[in-house]
């Protein structure tokens, strides 16, 4: 890809795109790589009916307003790990720096559902011989190859809530990711996903397939009977002359042939009306049937005001899928703030009341002091904030969200040494963020560093090379206007 603009804020410059995430039936996102670190490319290609034979090139949905050419928005491990098979882990420390290949398998392989990251026999061999680990999903003596049809309800739903269940928050277990979950696994030990209490009744999501499913009729009344794979083969999709005939099969293997006889004969095709194509309300240029399965045809309602990430006085927070009692505050509070960080006042009044106690049922736990030390800064409360980012930071010293925050506070209190000391090797692992790499140019150009100031300002035009404010300190510094004395 290569990006050009002349006049007063030229730009120009290429990038070589070495992967594209998707099959192509909806659409395709590209990656890009600089330093070892992966990112997304701005502008997506979208295969939807309306954009012309050969679809539509357009901009991100996040970056639809762009001003700016925005190229720093990390190839997330979340994207990889539901669009390639045995991607590439995440460097420890970073958000983006992968090896090399980025993935193994372009698309999704039989292991995504079936477990095992070698071959079948190989897999075979190691459960006759019952030894212990034959499985980074589970205990001693399970074969690598299972049946998720033989699995325990929860788990075999697991082994496709992991790419279909997105939620209004998604929050790691402590120390665990989500591409470390194999089939067979309790998804819950790696990642908790919450929900707007009847969210998805008025909005559809792109990815929430799993979470509207439960909430259909159908769903309730067969409980655990009913999974994705009652509708859906996971091998095979019947070709687009049969597809009717095939759907209407499984909707009449519950309601019966007598039902079809008389129930709108003049259309077979029963999604169309029960399941229509909705656009989703936060990926542009797609549709997603609605997986609530409403009885009476209706579009779905307008999308949940972005200001607010649905969230307003009186909205409560649950976890998906339900559990009866939850044994922690930590998920919880975790949710709320990571609500409160995308911009909603309602959900930072949530998770300043549920922060302490989770806090206080797990003190040790990096995420939970970072938040509580976050809440602080926003309130003031600078002392009891770095107080919370210092032992966040003796208890997971490379979390990039302590050590960027922490560094606000030691600069606007004059430290500027200790927090350039600390926005330094954030940012070597984080580059993308741009805002991390100004602060630490003006740390240590007020600290008396002028030729490493200017280095750590290249280093964000490198990555984010259409960055106004870094262009503009760049000039100041090469024209002398800003002047940053070497010690």
Not at 50 to 56: L, S
Not at 377 to 394: D, K, P, S, V, W
Request: charged share 25%.
């Amino acid at each position: 890809m290569s990006f050009d603009r002349d006049g007063d804020a030229a730009l120009h410059g290429i990038r070589k795109l070495e992967y594209y995430i998707g099959s192509g039936h909806r659409g395709k996102t590209f990656t890009f790589s600089d330093d070892g670190f992966s990112f997304e490319l701005p502008i997506n290609f979208y295969s939807q009916p309306g954009g012309g034979p050969g679809g539509v090139w357009d901009m991100q949905p996040k970056s639809q307003g762009a001003k700016e050419m925005p190229l720093t928005a990390p190839a997330a491990s979340s994207c990889l790990n539901c669009h390639t098979s045995d991607a590439q882990a995440p460097e420890v420390g970073t958000e983006n720096k992968y090896g090399s290949p980025l993935f193994a398998h372009g698309g999704i392989t039989c292991e995504r559902c079936h477990g095992g990251d070698v071959s079948h026999g190989t897999s075979l061999q190691k459960a006759v011989k019952g030894g212990a680990g034959n499985s980074r999903a589970s205990g001693p003596g399970r074969a690598e190859i299972i049946n998720p049809a033989k699995l325990t309800p929860t788990r075999r739903d697991a082994v496709c809530m992991q790419c279909h269940l997105e939620g209004n928050a998604a929050i790691p277990q402590p120390g665990r990711h989500l591409f470390e979950f194999r089939p067979g696994d309790d998804l819950s030990e790696f990642v908790r996903y919450y929900v707007y209490s009847g969210d998805g009744k008025d909005n559809v999501r792109a990815v929430s397939q799993f979470e509207a499913l439960e909430q259909s009729k159908c769903k309730r009344a067969t409980g655990d009977a009913m999974t994705c794979t009652t509708c859906h083969d996971p091998h095979s999709s019947p070709p687009a002359a049969e597809r009717t005939a095939y759907f209407r099969g499984k909707c009449l293997t519950c309601h019966g042939e007598a039902f079809g006889a008389k129930h709108h004969v003049e259309q077979q095709n029963c999604a169309a009306c029960h399941m229509q194509r909705l656009t989703t309300m936060d990926v542009g240029h797609t549709q997603a049937s609605d997986h609530r399965i409403l009885r009476v045809p209706q579009q779905g309602g307008e999308p949940a005001d972005e200001a607010s990430n649905g969230a307003t006085p009186g909205t409560k927070l649950v976890r998906f899928p339900p559990v009866k009692e939850e044994e922690s505050l930590r998920g919880l509070a975790l949710a709320w703030t990571s609500l409160a960080v995308a911009g909603s006042k309602y959900a930072f009044e949530q998770s300043e009341k549920s922060l302490p106690e989770a806090l206080a049922q797990n003190p040790e736990d990096a995420d939970l002091l970072a938040a509580v030390g976050y809440s602080e800064q926003l309130r003031g409360l600078t002392e009891q904030a770095r107080e919370h980012y210092e032992h966040a930071l003796r208890v997971k010293p490379l979390s990039l969200d302590a050590a960027a925050n922490l560094g606000l506070i030691e600069a606007e209190a004059g430290n500027v040494e200790r927090a350039a000391a600390l926005w330094k090797p954030a940012f070597e692992r984080a580059p993308g963020r741009s805002s991390l790499g100004i602060n630490l140019a003006r740390a240590l150009c007020l600290s008396g560093h002028g030729e490493e100031s200017k280095r750590a300002i290249e280093r964000v035009l490198k990555f984010n090379p259409d960055f106004s404010t870094a262009r503009g300190m760049l000039k100041q510094l090469e024209s002398g206007e800003v002047k940053c004395e070497d010690k």
